[in-house]
């Protein structure tokens, strides 16, 4: 069998798809499976919607060959690969990994919706409404569709999508190559005294960093010397900031840019609690190195959070932008330390189940039942 793999990103570009579709191209040939790879810098020279015309005809040109094509996503390249899929009438499956018509609702056309409520509704005016069409086309024209949480499985059947055809394949998590020091050092490192929370993610809206440093002040009521790091970038950073500059939070609330994944870890170790107080996750990879980091979780009763932590087994969880709910499991926490080590062993356990080669199986063999 052949696939041709589409995505929107590949290394030397970073984040998650990259790095899925360079793991697929390399280990999917051990299974019986190989691989053709069409990135969508590979026409970046050319104006935007042109873009989409050339990538067409980059897939029907490298989609000859090939049994299946599998897109990594439903809209950039996922509603031009299948087209030319359903031209040359080839197999043709996507992976979903969120709804990119609410994320863009969300940061650019005034969306206010969660995307639970989002998912079953319209009327969000002809840009979203565009991209909700498109991203809906994909799945209900393609022969099957990969999903990396149970969760996310139940938002795409609101799209309209029969749920017979959606397949769950939990995403693999990479266990850390370089040598993390000990806490203690770390904290030393890093000048950290006090008692000290960490969060990590886009600084985008429906990551609550904002209602957090809420949460923040209320626990430094206790706990006057506590730290609060958020580790990430994006389009919420200035109105952080703001924030941060108004309640004269600087030397408590620590805004440090997008870090190298090393550095990151080092950070979540050395830190206390890790508190992500998010409306949406499909399925977290941030929280799955949290979990393997050993480092107590807190974090919101949403999307595929529930599907990695028990609530009280291997962490704590909350409803979103509930503050005293929030305040209350990070003082829990740092008061008990017997509950931090049966937090942190038990998510440690868990982290096992995502593997690498159990993620290869399962994705290999869904492809190879197309054969």
């Known amino acids: 069998m052949k696939i041709l793999i589409a995505t929107g990103i590949y290394p030397p570009e970073i984040g998650g798809p990259a790095t899925y579709s360079k793991l697929l191209h390399d280990m999917l040939p051990d299974k019986g499976i190989e691989t053709k790879v069409l990135p969508f810098s590979s026409v970046g020279f050319a104006p935007k919607i042109l873009k989409h015309v050339l990538y067409f005809f980059k897939v029907l040109k490298e989609g000859r060959s090939v049994d299946i094509i599998y897109a990594q996503d439903s809209m950039s390249v996922g509603f031009v690969s299948v087209f030319a899929a359903r031209l040359m009438r080839k197999k043709f499956i996507v992976k979903i990994v969120g709804d990119h018509a609410w994320e863009q609702g969300m940061q650019r056309y005034g969306v206010t919706d969660l995307l639970d409520e989002f998912s079953t509704k319209h009327g969000y005016g002809v840009v979203v409404e565009l991209f909700k069409k498109l991203q809906t086309y994909s799945a209900k024209h393609a022969d099957g569709v990969v999903v990396p949480s149970n969760y996310l499985k139940g938002i795409v059947s609101n799209w309209g999508i029969d749920p017979r055809k959606v397949t769950i394949v939990y995403n693999a998590f990479d266990r850390p190559s370089c040598r993390i020091p000990e806490k203690t050092e770390l904290r030393k490192k890093y000048n950290l005294t006090g008692p000290t929370i960490i969060s990590a993610g886009r600084l985008v809206p429906w990551k609550g960093f904002e209602e957090l ?159």
């Open 213 to 371: 440093i809420d949460v923040f002040i209320e626990v430094r009521k206790k706990y006057h010397d506590a730290r609060l790091i958020i580790v990430g970038d994006g389009s919420s950073r200035r109105v952080l900031e703001k924030k941060i500059e108004q309640l004269k939070l600087q030397e408590n609330v620590i805004l440090t840019g997008k870090l190298p994944q090393e550095e990151l870890y080092e950070y979540v170790v050395a830190a206390d609690v890790f508190v992500l107080n998010t409306s949406y996750e499909g399925l977290s990879h941030q929280l799955l190195e949290v979990m393997y980091l050993k480092t107590p979780i807190v974090t919101t009763k949403v999307g595929g959070n529930p599907e990695l932590i028990s609530d009280g087994k291997s962490g704590i969880l909350t409803p979103y932008n509930d503050l005293s709910a929030i305040c209350g499991a990070i003082e829990r926490i740092l008061s008990d330390d017997p509950l931090k080590i049966k937090l942190t062993e038990n998510a440690h356990a868990k982290v096992a189940e995502f593997t690498q080669e159990s993620m290869l199986n399962n994705i290999s063999d869904y492809l190879l039942s197309y054969k």
